[in-house]
C-alpha cells in the first residue's frame, strides 16, 4: 500500500512519501542503538524532564496536531483535541510516576534477601495503526522511553504525517538523537526489522492477522512482543440498570472515533425486560447524531478513515439484515463525498449474522436480547475475542458476578470503557496479550533482572 495521506472526507489525495530506503533504514538503526546505549544509563529525573517537555510541546501545539488528525484520517476536531491532551497527560503521569515504578524492589527473608531491578531492554519496535494515531504511539513510547529505552516507530501507512509530526515534537522537546524515530516502510518491511539483532522487543496495536504475522517473526528470533488486537466487546444492560444513564454512554460507547476503536462497544446485551425502553433510548440519541466535515466542531460522526473501511462495514449491515436481523435507523452509505456511513442500529440480529459474529469497525450498533445475567454472560463470552466489556447494573454481587466469569481483560461496571494512563490496557484470547500503561506497561519491555547476595564488609 502507498505510503499517503488522502482526507476521508473527500478521498482527495492530501500527499504521498517514499518508503525509506535500506540506507536510511540502516542509519535509523545504527541511531537508535547508539541511543539506547545512551539513555539507559540517563538519570531517571532526566528522562522525566524529557517527558513533561514533550507535553508542554503537546501543549502548545494541540490544535495544530488535532487538526492534522482531522485532514489525515477523519477523526471530529473535538475528540482529535482530546486524543492530544490525553498524550500531554500521559506524558505527565509517567515524569511523576516513573521513578518509583522503576525503583529496585528489595526481598528479604530469614535466611537470604535479593534486590529485584528493571533496566531497559534496548531499541523497541513499535508497530501501530491510524485510528488514534497519537495516543496509541505515545500509550507505547512514554513508558517504554522512561523505562530506558529507545523507540522506531512504523506507522499505520495511511497517517504519515501524523507520524512524522509525533518524531518532530520529541526532537523539538529535546530528546537525544536517535531516540525516538519514525520510519516510512510498508507493512512488508517489518519483518525485516524484527529480525535485525538492533531491535530488542516489539509492540503491536492492530488486527488479529497483523497480530499473529508479527508476533511469529518475533518469536523466530526469541523477542518479546505485546500485541492489542482487536476487541468485540459485549455491552450487557441488566434488567435492574439505569436505562437512560446507559443509552446515553451506549451512543459514544459505540459510535466514538466514528467506530472506530478496539474497545468501541461492539454487541449491546440487553434484558428482555428492558429492551424495549433501552432500544427505544439508543435509537432517539444515535437519530439526533449530526454526521458531517469532521472539522466543524458541531459534528459528531465523521467519515470512516479508508474506503475500505465504509465498504467493510456497509457490507456487515447488509449481511446481517439479509440473515433476519431488523434495522432500526440508518444501514446505508451518507449521501456525500468520502466514506461516509450513517449511524446504524440493529436489532433482533441473529447469533450467526456478521454483526454477531465478526469485529464491526464503524458507526453500527447490534442488539441482541437476553433472558438474564446468565444467558448475558454466556453470549458475552461467545467470541474468540476478549478485550474490554461494560455492565450495567445497580446490584454489586451481580457486578461481582459479571466481572468474574466474563473472560476479557478489562471490565467497566456502568461505565465506558476507556484506555488510561493509571491502569493496564489489554486483552486475552484472540484479542492479544500483554499490557499496555499502567505500571504493568512500563514493566513490559525492560529486563527483570534478580540480584542476591552482596560483597562482604
Avoid at 541511531?31 to 540517563?42: I, L, M
Avoid at 509517567?94 to 518509583?100: I, N, P, R
Avoid at 530469614?110 to 528493571?118: E, H, L, M, V
Avoid at 530488542?200 to 504475522?213: I, L, N, Y
Wanted: proline share 5%; glycine share 8%; hydrophobic share 45%.
Amino acid at each position: 500500500m502507498a505510503i499517503a495521506s488522502v482526507n476521508p472526507s473527500t478521498g482527495l489525495l492530501l500527499r504521498a512519501f517514499e518508503s525509506h530506503t535500506g540506507v536510511f533504514v540502516e542509519e535509523a538503526l545504527g541511531r537508535a542503538a547508539r541511543s539506547a546505549a545512551e539513555w539507559r544509563r540517563v538519570p531517571l529525573s532526566r528522562r522525566a524532564a524529557l517527558l513533561t517537555a514533550v507535553a508542554i510541546r503537546l501543549d502548545t501545539e494541540r490544535e495544530t496536531l488535532a487538526r492534522l488528525a482531522t485532514l489525515e484520517m477523519g477523526k471530529t476536531l473535538r475528540s482529535a483535541r482530546d486524543e492530544v491532551a490525553k498524550c500531554a497527560f500521559g506524558c505527565r503521569y509517567y515524569a511523576a510516576e516513573g521513578e518509583l515504578m522503576l525503583a529496585t524492589e528489595r526481598i528479604t527473608a530469614a535466611d537470604f534477601s535479593g534486590r529485584i531491578r528493571y533496566e531497559p531492554l534496548g531499541v523497541i519496535l513499535a508497530v501501530m495503526p491510524w485510528n488514534f494515531p497519537f495516543w496509541q504511539v505515545f500509550r507505547a513510547a512514554v513508558p517504554a522511553l522512561m523505562a530506558g529505552n529507545a523507540m522506531v516507530l512504523k506507522h499505520a501507512s495511511n497517517v504519515p504525517q501524523c507520524a512524522l509530526a509525533i518524531e518532530q515534537l520529541f526532537r523539538e522537546a529535546g530528546a537525544p538523537e536517535g531516540l525516538f524515530q519514525t520510519l516510512l516502510i510498508p507493512a512488508s518491511g517489518v519483518a525485516a526489522l524484527i529480525a535485525d539483532p538492533r531491535i530488542a522487543a516489539v509492540t503491536v496495536t492492530g488486527s488479529e492477522a497483523a497480530g499473529r504475522d508479527i508476533a511469529s517473526h518475533a518469536g523466530r528470533v526469541t523477542k518479546k512482543c505485546v500485541l492489542e488486537l482487536g476487541g468485540s466487546d459485549p455491552f450487557i444492560v441488566l434488567a435492574d440498570a439505569d436505562i437512560e444513564r446507559a443509552a446515553q454512554t451506549a451512543v459514544t460507547a459505540r459510535m466514538l472515533n466514528n467506530g472506530q476503536s478496539c474497545v468501541c462497544a461492539k454487541r449491546f446485551i440487553v434484558d428482555h425486560r428492558v429492551a424495549d425502553a433501552f432500544e427505544a433510548a439508543f435509537v432517539s440519541r444515535v437519530r439526533a447524531l449530526k454526521v458531517g466535515d469532521p472539522a466543524d466542531d458541531t459534528t459528531d460522526i465523521g467519515p470512516l478513515a479508508t474506503e475500505q473501511g465504509a465498504r467493510d462495514i456497509a457490507s456487515q449491515v447488509d449481511r446481517t439484515i439479509t440473515s433476519g436481523a431488523t434495522l432500526l435507523v440508518g444501514g446505508s452509505r451518507a449521501q456525500r463525498d468520502g466514506w461516509f456511513y450513517e449511524p446504524t442500529v440493529l436489532s433482533n440480529v441473529p447469533l450467526d449474522s456478521a454483526a454477531a459474529t465478526e469485529e464491526t469497525f464503524g458507526p453500527a450498533a447490534p442488539i441482541f436480547r437476553v433472558s438474564g445475567v446468565d444467558e448475558a454472560l454466556v453470549l458475552a463470552n461467545a467470541t474468540p475475542l476478549g478485550l474490554g466489556s461494560s455492565v450495567w447494573t445497580r446490584d454489586a454481587s451481580v457486578a461481582e458476578h459479571c466481572v468474574s466469569s466474563l473472560d476479557v481483560g478489562m471490565v467497566f461496571i456502568n461505565a465506558l470503557v476507556a484506555s488510561d494512563p493509571r491502569i493496564p490496557f489489554g486483552g486475552v484470547k484472540g484479542s492479544g496479550y500483554g499490557r499496555e500503561v499502567g505500571v504493568h506497561g512500563l514493566r513490559e519491555f525492560v529486563n527483570v533482572k534478580t540480584v542476591r547476595g552482596s560483597v562482604a564488609p
